[in-house]
């Protein structure tokens, strides 16, 4: 499987280094190369791909990756596209008392243009990822661990950056993409700031068999320590859970046998598809949403995780990660276009503005959430008032554009 190159494109003298080889730095690395530039891409040599993870992808993230060729690729034995589950539904409750546990208080039904959205396991997308990457005559791999970053390097002055990597050697670099996760070293390195926000929840991961088949549908409830979602697989009976809670109950949880797990997820979902019990380990993620309050230093962009790291209750982080690659690769096309500097203050001034909105509106959308549904009754009644209000059909028509990806005007 190879990447489409288009016509071969200038990465400037210093060259395009993407540092994280996390689903954000693999794709970022093929959406440039597939705009024909070369690319070094930094990985730590233990990564591996988390086996008990599922991302839920946006339409508008859909059709990126696959222009990139990513659903073609080889996940294993099969092509990515097959692997993953389509989503016909979403309904979302909240804890109320109702008559069936399927009852809603507001839902949303798969448009006529196809599904509303897909659920992949991050392992496949890992697979699919990878094989592209190594296919790729643009894009060199580099297994090292970058330690720090100066804005000039001892050489080049101000036409290059610095990258430092574990084996102590400098790298001249003319745009650094940090796609290093939410520690990002170089964020620190290049002291930019962060806003943190800890509530102190944790949402437990893993995935689930249920007892009567999903349908394609993604259910989600609002319970006094966070949200509950269940997200269908390829499989009818299995479902990925994402159940976020205080802390303290997330550590309790973690502890008990399956039995016990089995039981609180019957009790907290008013057994939902006929009942739940585990089908792989659990795992515990605390949530601590953050985001960069400017997300570009000299020469350097901050992708994914590492400019932002959402609250995961919308699904939404990755996709996000998605947008600022699209946005990067448009404004660098359109600084090479014109022979600017495709490090330059321009260049990243241009890419901070044109991400703000976005960035700004799904952290809001997702800390409001967040914080109106769980902790306390009071909170809740507003919420159900909150719920009437979203189901109105503009209200809605906005939280759709929001989630698909298309508020923004891709896709
Ligand atoms: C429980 C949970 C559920 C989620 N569900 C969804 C969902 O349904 N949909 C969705 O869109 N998003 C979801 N997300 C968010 C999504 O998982 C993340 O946004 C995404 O994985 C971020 O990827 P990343 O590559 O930016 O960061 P990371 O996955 O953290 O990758 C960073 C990479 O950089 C490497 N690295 C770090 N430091 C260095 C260094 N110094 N030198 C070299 N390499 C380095 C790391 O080894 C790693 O490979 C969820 C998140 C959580 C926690």
């Known amino acids: 499987m190879t990447v489409s190159c288009q016509h071969s494109r200038s990465s400037g003298k210093h060259g395009i280094h993407v540092v994280g080889g996390g689903l954000t730095g693999y794709a970022a690395a093929l959406a440039l190369a597939d705009h024909g530039y070369s690319v070094r891409l930094y990985h730590r040599d233990e990564e591996s791909a988390d086996p008990l993870r599922t991302t839920t992808i946006n339409p508008v993230a859909y059709g990126f990756l696959k222009s990139l060729g990513v659903m073609d690729a080889a996940a294993g034995d099969t092509p990515l596209a097959e692997t993953l589950a389509p989503i016909d539904r979403i309904l979302v409750t909240d804890d109320i008392p109702r008559e069936?546990?399927?009852?809603?208080?507001?839902?949303?039904?798969?448009?006529?243009?196809?599904?509303?959205?897909?659920?992949?396991?991050?392992?496949?997308?890992?697979?699919?990822?990878?094989?592209?990457?190594?296919?790729?005559?643009?894009?060199?791999?580099i297994a090292a661990r970058i330690t720090d970053y100066h804005p000039q390097h001892p050489d080049y002055g101000h036409a290059a950056a610095s990258l430092i990597t574990d084996q102590?050697?400098?790298?001249?670099?003319g745009l650094i993409l940090a796609a290093d996760g939410r520690n990002?070293?170089?964020?620190?390195?290049?002291?930019?700031?962060?806003?943190?926000?800890?509530?102190?929840q944790t949402a437990i991961v893993a995935i689930l068999s249920l007892d009567a088949p999903h349908q394609n549908m993604a259910w989600q409830k609002f319970l006094p320590g966070g949200p509950m979602a269940l997200m269908p697989m390829p499989?009818?009976?299995?479902?990925?859970?994402?159940?976020?809670?205080?802390?303290?109950?997330?550590?309790?949880?973690?502890?008990?046998?399956?039995?016990?797990?089995?039981?609180?997820?019957?009790d907290a979902s008013g057994k939902v598809f006929g009942g739940l019990r585990l089908a792989s380990p659990k795992q515990a993620f605390p949530i601590i949403p953050q985001h960069a309050v400017w997300p570009v230093a000299t020469r350097l962009a901050l992708l994914g995780d590492a400019g932002h790291a959402i609250n995961p209750l919308a699904g939404q982080g990755y996709n996000l990660a998605l947008g600022d690659i699209m946005t990067l690769r448009d404004v660098l096309n359109t600084a090479g276009d014109t022979g600017g500097d495709i490090g330059g203050a321009t260049v990243l001034k241009t890419y901070a503005r044109r991400r703000w909105p976005e960035v700004v509106m799904m952290t809001m959308a997702t800390d409001g959430l967040n914080m109106l549904f769980s902790f306390g009754k009071r909170r809740r009644r507003l919420a159900g008032m909150g719920m009437a209000v979203a189901n109105l059909p503009p209200i809605k028509a906005l939280a759709e554009k929001l989630a698909s990806g298309r508020m923004f005007n891709r896709g």
């Open 168 to 173: 102590g050697e400098t790298i001249p670099a």
């Open 184 to 200: 990002s070293a170089l964020r620190q390195a290049a002291s930019l700031r962060v806003i943190t926000r800890n509530l102190h």
């Open 100 to 141: 069936k546990p399927l009852d809603t208080v507001i839902n949303w039904d798969k448009p006529e243009t196809g599904p509303l959205a897909w659920v992949v396991r991050n392992h496949d997308l890992t697979m699919a990822l990878h094989a592209l990457v190594e296919a790729s005559p643009l894009i060199e791999c």
């Open 235 to 266: 499989e009818p009976q299995l479902a990925s859970l994402v159940w976020s809670m205080k802390t303290e109950d997330a550590a309790q949880l973690m502890e008990v046998d399956d039995d016990r797990f089995a039981m609180a997820l019957d």
